[in-house]
């Protein structure tokens, strides 16, 4: 099947609708915050999302039937990347991580009950969720296996037991989905279950927002004590021990659209490297005439073209339905590691302002860097992909006469 990466007329002028968006509305906003969600109100999301909503190019990524574009993966891209140039873009179009994962998430597996209940105002808007797999430790990080946290049966439902940190978004988050243990130790490849609990229960409780280098996602990144939670059958997302296999249906697709989010971010920072290497005298002429400073220049416009053609390529395998672990797995250890190479290199380029709170560019170092660390660490990456090559010699070998 021939790959086709053109996004079509329509695709183009949503690209064009939130380009202007990002530079008219979203970065004076995000620069007022110097790129901080920490200071940012609930006010502040509502102002974004309206203009989002007013040019026509809110949720993009959701079906029609919920109040989305429907764009698929391919066309998302662009978008994405457009909107992923402000660090706030995300959020005004209502394509941020956690709730851009968790839409997809909900409509691929959530009952109609369960759309209307949670996706519905999530598509719209009007409550943010976010996803609790991660826990402090022994338990779930890199390995998901280690899952701690449990749910036991009871007469009316299950009742949720465990402590969950790093959980983006989670501060004043209408509701979250809930990994937890239903069969099985930790260190059982299965025995896992998705629940969707409302975080006003009883016994949801927000332990505090963690320190960390990144500040542009809203709601920071939280640790969470789950006490004796009680929830009915009807909260399970999907099937009872199922979650794993739910995980992997949220990350490859999600792993990806976080991919064309960062590299706005990282074409934002080579535009500011570009800007300052053509006007700032050195020398005896400009720093873009310096070979080492071109060569700095080249290297950032190699990596944002090869993350851009890897992300179509991704992108055309999920939509098609091929296998796409493996490619999902590339794209984003590469993608993280070109976008803080992007990053790094421009930072460099602009000396001493680059370091400083006056550039942009000292907030998207530091916002950039955990993406080679959430969503898969590049090493684990590395190593699933080691396997399967291994593997796949292997099958070879065997085959062979
Ligand atoms: C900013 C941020 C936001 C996050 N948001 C969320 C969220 O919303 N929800 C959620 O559930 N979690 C979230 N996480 C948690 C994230 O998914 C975990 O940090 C990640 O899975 C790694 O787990 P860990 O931190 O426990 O690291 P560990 O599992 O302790 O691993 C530490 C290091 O060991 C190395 N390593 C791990 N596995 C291998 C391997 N197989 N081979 C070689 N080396 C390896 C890697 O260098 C890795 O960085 C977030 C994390 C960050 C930093």
């Known amino acids: 099947m021939p790959v086709q990466f053109d996004p079509g007329p329509a695709v183009t002028e949503l690209v064009r609708r939130t380009e202007h968006l990002i530079q008219d509305v979203v970065l004076p906003i995000e620069l007022a915050h110097q790129g901080s969600a920490h200071d940012a109100s609930e006010d502040v999301r509502r102002q974004l999302q309206d203009a989002a909503r007013e040019a026509k190019v809110f949720a993009p990524h959701v079906d029609t039937e919920f109040g989305g574009l429907g764009l698929d993966m391919r066309d998302r891209a662009p978008v994405f990347e457009a909107a992923g140039y402000s660090l706030f873009g995300p959020l005004a179009l209502n394509c941020a991580a956690p709730d851009e994962g968790n839409m997809h998430l909900l409509e691929k597996i959530a009952t109609s009950q369960q759309k209307e209940r949670f996706l519905r105002p999530l598509a719209a808007g009007d409550v943010r969720s976010c996803f609790a797999m991660t826990e402090p430790v022994p338990g779930a990080g890199s390995d998901p296996s280690a899952l701690?946290?449990?749910?036991?049966?009871?007469?009316?439902?299950?009742?949720?037991?465990?402590?969950?940190?790093?959980?983006?978004?989670?501060?004043?988050?209408?509701?979250?989905?809930v990994m937890a243990r239903t069969s099985g130790e930790p260190g059982s490849r299965g025995g896992a279950t998705m629940f969707l609990v409302d975080a006003g229960a009883p016994g949801f409780q927000h332990v505090r927002n963690i320190d960390t280098l990144d500040e542009s996602m809203f709601g920071g990144h939280s640790e969470l004590a789950l006490d004796n939670i009680e929830v009915g059958h009807d909260a399970i997302l999907g099937e009872l021990d199922r979650g794993f296999e739910y995980a992997q249906v949220r990350l490859g697709p999600a792993r990806t659209t976080h991919c064309m989010r960062w590299l706005g971010t990282a074409r934002r920072a080579a535009d500011l490297a570009a800007e300052r290497a053509a006007t700032r005298q050195a020398f005896g002429g400009r720093l873009g005439d310096l070979g080492m400073v071109q060569q700095l220049l080249a290297d950032n416009e190699i990596d944002i073209e090869a993350s851009r053609t890897l992300i179509l390529k991704t992108c055309w395998d999920l939509d098609t339905g091929?296998?796409?672990?493996?490619?999902?797995?590339?794209?984003?250890?590469?993608?993280?590691?070109?976008?803080n190479r992007v990053v790094d290199r421009a930072l460099q380029i602009c000396g001493a302002l680059g370091?400083?709170?006056?550039?942009?560019l000292s907030r998207l170092y530091r916002e950039v860097r955990p993406f080679r660390i959430y969503d898969g660490p590049s090493e684990t990456h590395r190593w699933s992909i080691g396997r399967r090559i291994v593997r796949r010699a292997l099958t070879r070998l065997e085959a062979r006469p």
């Not at 370091?355 to 942009?360: F, L, W, Y």
């Open 148 to 177: 701690a946290t449990t749910a036991q049966r009871t007469s009316a439902g299950w009742l949720l037991n465990g402590r969950k940190w790093f959980i983006t978004g989670a501060h004043n988050a209408g509701f979250a989905i």
């Open 322 to 339: 091929a296998p796409a672990g493996h490619i999902t797995s590339i794209t984003k250890t590469f993608v993280a590691e070109a976008v």
């Open 355 to 360: 370091v400083s709170g006056d550039a942009a």
